[in-house]
């Protein structure tokens, strides 16, 4: 039997929460419930037979877990009760699941006696909340950015005699183990800069040399429009050129230290599509498995040309210690050698845009989603 699905719509695409005046989570905005689901999966037309109630799981407070929870209100509990709703806890996202989060969502399960068929969870790796509960897995977000056109594709695959060796973006020192910031800082102590395309931002309080030399700001073909303010930081944007000038690219992931906050699992952000789709090999600064991940997505990775052992290393020092010798070796090499591997390397980085533009296009990200509730409509449509 076809039924209409909808999303419920008191309230629709926020955040559930605010649940005590001193503990709160962020609620309002349109991402990810709303263009997503709204016109790429349920196309929402009105009232429904059957709804999804959305619960973005964003970074929780770690105060109060004990009683904190994601507030469900009285009508979509009524529409769970009569079998007509399912909770969608989503994570799929980049929000990896720390111990807050985990503990927010078994909160929320317990407090409205959710059961199996009441649940679905749509998680970049896995959930280990309850292992009876039905669990999605993609990690949608290296696929939300959309393609190049052919024509610049093409035009990547072509180019030679690049004036610079390595890209490396870094927007901003995010942690607090300075793991972004060590790189940095190698870079500096090695004289590397000069023959890369390399950025990074200001510092507050500037005191070794390397701070004060920051910040480095791209400065081939740059314009005025390359840049924007934020927090009084000049911050560089990403335009197309920045990879036909360069060979291979070091992605700086979010995450690069493994600890028990975080769920068993790599976290892959949107920053692995830029290399991707612009037809650039990458070495990936980020935790233990990251290089296996991908593979396991059907991407292809750079062994026969250089080292990949740094992604089987758990020690967070040592596997830094690799790449930055990695990344130390492939600077020294000639123009003409780079030149040399990257035309080696087309066959690879064609296969990698491929898959990226056909997972794109077709919607890979919500495919498995939809054949899960559908299991979940059918089910409830029959009691």
Known sequence: MALNVSLTTTPQYIYYGLTTSDDWFEQGGSEPFGPRFNKEYFNITGTGDFYIIPIFVHQASPTKLTT?????????????????????????????????????????????????????????????????????????VIYYKEP?????????????????????????????????????????????????????????????????????????????????????????????????????????????????????????????????????????????????QLKSLGFKTFNKWWDESYDHIENDKLRQRAILKLIKKLSTKSFAELDNMYKEMIPILKHNESLFRSNYINKIYTNNLHKCVNEVILLKSDK
């Open 68 to 140: 904190t929870h994601y507030i469900i209100p009285e009508q979509e509990l009524e529409l769970i009760k009569d079998n007509k709703a399912v909770v969608l806890f989503d994570y799929a996202y980049e929000h990896f699941l720390s111990t807050a989060n985990k503990q927010l969502i078994i909160n929320t399960i317990n407090k409205y006696n959710l059961d199996y068929n009441s649940v679905v969870f749509y998680s970049f790796n896995y959930s280990d909340i309850h292992p009876e509960f039905r669990t999605v897995y993609f990690h949608w």
């Open 148 to 292: 190049l056109t052919t024509e610049i594709v093409s035009s990547l695959a072509t180019t030679t005699n690049r004036p610079k060796k390595l890209l490396i973006f870094c927007r901003k020192f995010i942690d607090d183990t300075n793991c972004r910031k060590a790189v940095g800082q190698f870079i500096f102590d090695n004289n590397m800069q000069h023959d890369n395309i390399i950025t990074m931002p200001n510092v507050d309080n500037p005191i070794t040399e390397f701070e004060k030399s920051l910040p480095w700001v791209y400065d081939i073909n740059c314009s005025k429009d390359s840049y924007y303010r934020q927090n009084s930081n000049i911050v560089f944007k990403q335009p197309n050129n920045a990879y036909s000038e360069t060979y291979i690219s070091v992605v700086l992931e979010s995450l690069f230290v493994s600890n028990s906050n975080t769920a068993s699992g790599v976290d892959i952000s949107e920053k692995i599509s830029h290399p991707i789709k612009h037809l650039h090999p990458f070495i990936i600064h980020g935790q233990c498995g990251y290089l296996k």
